[in-house]
């Protein structure tokens, strides 16, 4: 069985999703991650994983929450020792992969587009990677909020969004040059021909992602939009930076040490 597809040929979405159409995205996501991890393959996707933890600065201590952990790239960067991450995805297939690959961090079913699990004030720090935009605005703002509510005063969210206008050919033109400035052009021509088939399926992939984004389903954001929703939740934005070949947007934020006035 395939995902319904709206009159653009994306998946159809609803904004929350009704449980059934939540198993069919659940399945979407299910097969993607299946060879997401190719991406681990690039250097900008490398950079923009680390990003994350560059600017949370993980601590011994410290209670982080990775908000939309997919299969757990972001997680691994913050689970450094001593730090108690928690990640949460939707897609509970994907879990067991997080689980795997990040032992040391605890996994959660839950969904951005709901309440979250958590009470008020439960992390010191959030890290949410490449999740916003899969959501329309109200939805978004709404996940912004939850991500604010949970964290406690002075806590920081570090979070990815596709730009709008997202390329992904430039994203892997940029791939290429940086492997072939550090593996040669035989290097290279090699990782491309053993990575060919994956690469083709996440084109394929992001592809319908971009369907859906021009169909209403998806929001891509600029810098201002992605600062006017954190804002709009009530955090202190800090920065905006261009990541991913610069087809990515990455924020910092802080939640107010104390109410504002």
Same mark, same amino acid.
């Given at each position: 069985?395939?995902?319904?597809?709206?009159?653009?040929?994306?998946?159809?979405?609803?904004?929350?999703?009704?449980?059934?159409?939540?198993?069919?995205?659940?399945?979407?996501? =299910?097969?993607?991650?299946?060879?997401?991890?190719?991406?681990?393959?690039?250097?900008?996707?490398?950079?923009?994983?680390?990003?994350?933890?560059?600017?949370?600065?993980?601590?011994?201590?410290?209670?982080?929450?990775?908000?939309?952990?997919?299969?757990?790239?972001?997680?691994?960067?913050?689970?450094?020792?001593?730090?108690?991450?928690?990640?949460?995805?939707?897609?509970?297939?994907?879990?067991?992969?997080?689980?795997?690959?990040?032992?040391?961090?605890?996994?959660?079913?839950?969904?951005?587009?709901?309440?979250?699990? !958590?009470?008020?004030?439960? !992390?010191?720090?959030?890290?949410?990677?490449?999740?916003?935009?899969?959501?329309?605005?109200?939805?978004?703002?709404?996940?912004?909020? =939850?991500?604010?509510?949970?964290?406690?005063?002075?806590?920081?969210?570090?979070?990815?969004?596709?730009?709008?206008?997202?390329?992904?050919? %430039?994203?892997?033109?940029?791939?290429?040059?940086?492997?072939?400035?550090?593996?040669?052009?035989?290097?290279?021509?090699?990782?491309?021909? %053993?990575?060919?088939?994956?690469?083709? %399926?996440?084109?394929?992939?992001?592809?319908?992602?971009?369907?859906?984004?021009?169909?209403?389903?998806?929001?891509?954001?600029?810098?201002?939009?992605?600062?006017?929703?954190?804002?709009?939740?009530? !955090?202190?934005?800090?920065?905006?930076?261009?990541?991913?070949?610069?087809?990515?947007?990455?924020?910092?934020?802080?939640?107010?040490?104390?109410?504002?006035?």
């Amino acid at each position: 069985m395939t995902e319904p597809l709206n009159r653009d040929g994306a998946v159809a979405i609803t904004t929350p999703p009704t449980e059934s159409k939540s198993r069919l995205l659940q399945r979407f996501w =299910e097969r993607y991650f299946y060879f997401y991890d190719t991406l681990n393959e690039s250097p900008p996707y490398r950079r923009m994983v680390e990003r994350h933890a560059a600017l949370l600065q993980p601590a011994a201590g410290d209670t982080i929450l990775d908000a939309g952990s997919g299969t757990a790239n972001v997680t691994a960067v913050l689970a450094v020792p001593g730090a108690r991450v928690t990640g949460i995805d939707f897609c509970e297939p994907a879990l067991e992969r997080c689980r795997r690959k990040v032992p040391t961090a605890e996994f959660r079913v839950a969904d951005l587009t709901r309440t979250l699990p !958590f009470p008020d004030a439960t !992390f010191d720090k959030a890290a949410c990677s490449l999740v916003l935009h899969y959501l329309v605005p109200e939805r978004q703002r709404f996940a912004a909020t =939850e991500l604010f509510r949970v964290l406690r005063p002075g806590g920081a969210l570090a979070i990815t969004v596709f730009a709008a206008g997202f390329n992904t050919w %430039r994203v892997y033109a940029e791939t290429l040059r940086e492997r072939r400035r550090t593996d040669g052009i035989v290097g290279t021509a090699i990782a491309g021909v %053993r990575y060919l088939i994956n690469t083709s %399926r996440i084109f394929y992939y992001v592809w319908r992602i971009k369907r859906a984004e021009q169909s209403g389903d998806y929001r891509f954001a600029t810098a201002e939009e992605l600062s006017s929703i954190l804002a709009g939740a009530g !955090f202190q934005v800090e920065s905006v930076e261009p990541t991913m070949a610069g087809q990515c947007w990455t924020a910092l934020a802080h939640k107010p040490a104390a109410p504002l006035r």
